[in-house]
């Protein structure tokens, strides 16, 4: 059988008396986009630098494509495309001579950075410029063109619209979505959760090192509150909400009632098809609403 692109086990790195990250465990399946939540400051970059192999862990271990990074660290980089939260570049070098040199250190060749550079909107003058000049969009572009350009079959991706517009953030998620329909896996972190809603399936939930909640955004949500809005042709007859899952009741008019519900809806559709429903809105919960409870629970 293949090795997950991604097991953590036991996972734990402090600084002096400060614990970064501590006993995180995860498996991400391959074909999976994963995203990793939670503020700055969290643990997120710094559990990724430990993926890549940029700091050593305290504890626990990471294996990449089936090998030990403490052990094999080439081996588990040469299948991954990764965009760093700063994405340091030579202030002297042109953009054209940093995708070189990162390019010359991966083993694979740069098959997609002409297709991407259009995407992306940086022209061939653009690349021909020291980077310097570049405005902070043109250099995460830089490192989005290089982190996908050798078509590699693991993404790790720390913050990777930072500093784009909004254009350039949707062209990045179709990106992804492109990236994933060909089999690619994506592991990425990101604060901006209306993002990661868009481009994954599974999130983890991360707050002061600690891993406090998996699973698919549905699971996070779906369950949750739904904000509804009722509209009848007559006045909402009395009782009619009176029913179990229905909260914050507020009669905006005597036709039109706003509440919160949670759980099975079964039962308030057949109350509703007994009279006559001119709209019904119910809008599940968002990740942003279920991200803010999760933090709130794990106090």
Request: hydrophobic share 40%; with cysteine; proline share 5%.
């Amino acid at each position: 059988m293949t090795a997950p692109p991604i097991e953590i086990a036991g996972l734990s790195k402090r600084f002096g008396a400060v614990v970064a990250v501590s006993d995180v465990s995860l498996t991400i399946e391959e074909g999976e986009s994963f995203g990793y939540l939670g503020p700055n400051g969290a643990g997120k970059t710094t559990t990724i630098r430990c993926m890549l192999g940029l700091i050593k862990p305290t504890a626990g271990s990471v294996r990449i494509l089936g090998h030990d990074v403490s052990r094999d660290l080439n081996a588990a980089l040469e299948r991954i495309g990764s965009l760093p939260g700063e994405f340091g570049i030579w202030p002297s070098m042109t953009g054209r001579e940093v995708l070189d040199y990162l390019s010359s250190l991966h083993p694979a060749p740069p098959v997609r950075r002409e297709d991407l550079r259009g995407r992306f909107e940086l022209s061939l003058a653009d690349l021909d410029r020291q980077v310097r000049f570049y405005s902070r969009g043109m250099r995460q572009k830089l490192g989005l063109i290089q982190a996908f350009e050798h078509e590699p079959a693991l993404m790790i991706l720390d913050e990777p619209t930072e500093g784009l517009d909004p254009v350039m953030q949707q062209r990045f998620i179709a990106l992804l979505r492109e990236y994933r329909a060909r089999g690619g896996t994506v592991f990425m972190s990101s604060h901006i959760l209306s993002e990661v809603e868009l481009a994954t399936d599974r999130v983890g939930v991360v707050k002061e090192g600690k891993l406090v909640r998996v699973g698919s955004a549905t699971d996070l949500t779906g369950e949750r509150v739904r904000h509804c809005s009722l509209t009848l042709a007559d006045e909402v007859p009395a009782g009619l909400l009176d029913i179990e899952g229905v909260s914050d009741l507020v009669m905006a008019s005597p036709s039109h009632a706003r509440f919160e519900f949670r759980g099975d809806m079964q039962p308030l559709i057949e109350r509703l098809a007994a009279v006559h429903v001119l709209e019904f809105l119910a809008e599940p919960e968002s990740l942003a609403d279920a991200f803010f409870d999760i933090y709130q629970e794990s106090t």
